[in-house]
Nanobody, 121 residues
Framework: VQLQASGGGLVQAGGSLSLSCTAS????????VAWFRQAPGKEREFVAG????????YYADSVKDRFNIDRGDGVDIVQLRMNSLKPEDTAVYYC???????????????WGQGTQVTVSS
């Protein structure tokens, strides 16, 4: 399966952006789709994930109450809505597909190409 991430850009602190992750084939109810991010010189970190079948979402503490992850109805798309953005949210954001909701990147088999999010102060 191929994942296509889109929607990144430049935004001022306090602003909002929405990212989309589109899959090339059907996402199954047992799948998990997650967003990770990687800032220069830092390790890739978990941001949010959603269980496809139950629609239950999980968030990193750093983005809880600011970001929202949801999936499409009848379409194989996952969106990440990012509000109240901070300069420390600046990173390349990646979407990933796996079968276990885990905060470790190694649990995910398929990755999108990444989209840059830059938050200016």
């Amino acid at each position: 399966v191929q994942l296509q991430a889109s929607g990144g850009g430049l935004v001022q602190a306090g602003g909002s952006l929405s990212l989309s992750c589109t899959a090339s084939r059907r996402i199954f109810s047992s799948n998990v789709v997650a967003w990770f991010r990687q800032a220069p010189g830092k390790e890739r970190e978990f941001v949010a994930g959603i269980r496809w079948g139950t629609r239950r979402a999980y968030y990193a503490d750093s983005v809880k109450d600011r970001f929202n992850i949801d999936r499409g109805d009848g379409v194989d798309i996952v969106q990440l809505r990012m509000n109240s953005l901070k300069p420390e949210d600046t990173a390349v954001y990646y979407c990933a597909l796996g079968s276990t909701l885990d905060t470790g990147p190694s649990s995910y088999n398929f990755w999108g190409q990444g989209t840059q999010v830059t938050v200016s102060s």
